[in-house]
């Protein structure tokens, strides 16, 4: 495949990815780590339906952020990389699917559980799914930019604003949510990779 069309499809892969991700998100109703036990079962038995969607969706999100991410790797590591940091973001991209898998587990056990196991469960479920889900997929989301968004500086497969914008993402990552501006970074580094591709295939 030459590089105009792989960076064709990878923009378009990662468009997908962000395209699935938002759904996931959004399917899932807002809730707090802090409800009661009995608040949190009335919770999820009136979301039921809801949460076992965004948990389908979130899995199917896993599925095709590990193909973007690792061509996303391989991509970056054809440009002036020297020091193989699109590595870690590649490992970073990996964590943050196994936060990923949690969540979606989680979502899975709370919708499958309500009613019949003890509210207490469902409660320390929740807690789980809100504080353990979060810090993997937080850390996963800190190394996905930092270590991509270095390479990207120090190359020109993708504009230096970018890397640099990624780099500062991911150091808030490590101590906020930083999952909705790395679906950002990622929409505006697929969208980039589609118009270059374009660009390309124009002057060609």
């Known amino acids: ?31 707090d780590s802090h409800l009661s036990a009995a608040d949190a079962v009335k919770f999820f038995q009136d979301h039921k339906t809801a949460v076992q969607v ?10 095709v952020g590990i193909f973007f991410f ?7 590591a054809t440009g002036d990389s020297r020091w193989g940091l699109e590595n870690v973001g590649f490992v970073g991209g990996v964590i943050f699917g196994v936060g990923g898998g949690i969540a979606a587990g989680l979502k899975l056990a709370l919708a499958d559980g309500v009613g019949h196991v003890d509210p207490i ?7 789980l799914f809100n504080n353990l889900a979060m810090i993997v ?6 190394l996905f930019l930092i270590g991509n968004g270095i390479t990207v500086t120090r190359s020109s497969t993708l504009p230096h604003w970018l890397g640099w914008a990624g780099v500062v993402i991911g ?3 490590i101590v906020g949510p930083g999952a909705p501006l790395a ?7 697929s969208v980039l990779l589609i118009v270059r591709a374009r660009s390309t295939a124009a002057a060609a």
């Not at 965004?54 to 599925?63: C, E, N, R």
């Not at 469960?121 to 807690?127: D, F, K």
């Not at 997929?137 to 800190?142: D, I, K, R």
């Open 137 to 142: 997929t937080g850390t996963g989301v800190a």
């Open 121 to 127: 469960v469902i409660q320390s479920l929740n807690v």
């Open 1 to 31: 495949m030459d590089q105009r069309r792989e960076q064709r499809w990878l923009g378009i892969g990662g468009l997908v990815f962000v395209a699935i991700l938002l759904v996931a998100v959004f399917t899932t109703p807002n809730k």
């Open 171 to 173: 150091v808030l990552s």
């Open 70 to 76: 690792w061509f996303l790797r391989r991509h970056l």
């Open 183 to 189: 679906g950002l970074w990622i929409l505006v580094a």
């Open 54 to 63: 965004s948990a389908w969706f979130t899995a199917l999100a896993i599925v």
